[in-house]
């Protein structure tokens, strides 16, 4: 087992925990794992968390100041904002084409929808997902501008509002530009002491990872109790997947056009991050990860990885985006076909990538923003609590899914813009947990 590759050890641990989840299904143990399964991977959970915003702030400080130019910070800026909104219309491009091609909405039985609204619109999450898409839309329209900028960077911190905690990094980069290099290099080295630290927390972390896998995916599959619905909604969560694995195809294409890399070395680096994100259904959980695996695997050099993947942990949801045009289109097609018209589609393609960008500040993002996309193309509001419950059975393993597909492009858009920088490495180091051990035992 030591010498089995990480992601292969994490696939063991999710194929494990699935099987366990369904025996305990069978033997009614949902309990023996909310109790004494679950735990184990909220505390794995809570940990890649603990070292989120230390991290986002610590590498991109350094990296910021590393540049020692001003205008390689807008240039940077630029590309990477560029290339997120043009990987984020593709996914929305593909999302509408599926679901218009496929039409899973079309031929749902009456007492199938009956069931699903009776089972689910009522339900706490959906309650909550349409009281969160209330509050974001009567927050006026530079709100989303306005929590960029904070009032108190140590309740930013506290809070992990990521925008916040970015915008105070990118700040205190700029001033350390700005100073007199003397007088910045002690915060400079404070910070890159910091950077590796938090980076070797990473590599101890992760040696927990295939258990705390096991114990989230188990307690997913017990979640699932109603067969039945699934089975029915299946249509609709192959179509999100077809057009979820289209793009990561899409994301192939551009490592070997732009950084000439092949394909499968990418997956087989990136794995270990897209396994984490599956489980966890979280890109910031999954940040620390991610930035490991692209900086030490990869060969995307700190400069650039400490800027575009906290920035597209943010701002990027290629996955959500996809996921928003399939799913509002499925709910029309089903509760409100006449609503269907090319002009609204146009619409939903627009609020999609600005609901992509602006989604930050918004805790379940992806359910959230799909409320406000309807919204805009004038879904009438009674149908609101059908619409969610139609979709709530399957939005988990869904959200995992289209999780993967969010950090997937933040490491292709860190190397693309790496390759533009000429800051990608062909030779990474990866460091181990134990690489200084011998020294200190």
């Avoid at 925008?163 to 205190?172: D, G, N």
Wanted: hydrophobic share 55%; net charge negative; glycine share 6%.
């Amino acid at each position: 087992m030591k010498k089995l590759a990480l992601h292969w050890k994490i696939i063991i641990g999710m194929v494990l925990g699935i099987i366990f989840g369904f025996i305990m299904n069978s033997v009614n143990g949902q309990q023996f794992v909310t109790d004494w399964i679950s735990p184990f991977g909220t505390i794995f959970i809570n940990l890649l968390k603990l070292i989120a915003v230390p991290l986002i702030l610590a590498s991109l400080i350094k990296g910021i100041s590393d540049l020692k130019d001003i205008s390689k910070i807008r240039d940077m800026g630029l590309r990477t904002i560029a290339i997120y909104i043009g990987t984020t219309l593709v996914a929305i491009i593909i999302g509408l084409s599926i679901v218009n091609f496929v039409k899973p909405g079309t031929g749902m039985s009456e007492e199938t929808l009956a069931k699903i609204e009776m089972k689910y619109e009522n339900d706490a999450g959906v309650t909550d997902k349409l009281a969160k898409a209330s509050a974001q839309k009567d927050a006026g329209p530079l709100q989303a501008l306005v929590d960029i900028f904070p009032s108190n960077i140590f309740q930013a911190m506290g809070e992990a509002k990521m925008l916040q905690v970015i915008f105070f990094a990118l700040f205190m980069g700029i001033c350390l530009l700005l100073i007199p290099e003397k007088k910045a290099k002690p915060m400079i080295d404070i910070f890159d002491s910091l950077n590796e630290i938090i980076m070797k927390m990473v590599d101890l972390i992760m040696l927990f990872a295939p258990y705390a896998v096991f114990a989230l995916m188990a307690n997913v599959i017990i979640a699932f109790d109603d067969t039945e619905i699934l089975l029915k909604l299946l249509q609709y969560a192959l179509c999100v997947v077809g057009g979820l694995l289209l793009m990561i195809g899409f994301y192939l294409i551009l490592i070997k056009v732009f950084t000439k890399k092949s394909p499968m070395w990418f997956l087989n680096k990136i794995s270990p991050a897209q396994l984490l994100a599956f489980s966890t259904s979280s890109s910031a959980a999954t940040l620390p990860v991610t930035m490991e695996r692209v900086e030490e695997h990869l060969g995307v050099d700190k400069e650039v990885s400490g800027f575009v993947l906290p920035v597209g942990a943010t701002v990027n949801m290629d996955g959500t985006s996809l996921y928003q045009g399939i799913a509002a289109v499925f709910i029309m097609q089903v509760i409100w076909p006449e609503g269907l018209t090319f002009t609204n589609q146009l619409v939903i393609i627009l609020t999609a990538l600005l609901a992509s960008i602006g989604s930050a500040a918004v805790p379940s993002a992806g359910m959230v923003m799909l409320v406000i996309v309807l919204e805009s193309i004038g879904f009438p509001a009674e149908l609101l609590p059908i619409g969610l419950a139609l979709i709530f059975a399957v939005d988990r393993p869904l959200d995992m899914c289209r999780t993967v597909v969010n950090v997937t492009g933040d490491a292709t858009v860190s190397m693309m813009v790496a390759k533009s920088l000429d800051k990608l490495h062909d030779d990474p180091k990866p460091k181990e947990w134990d690489d200084n051990y011998n020294a200190v035992k």
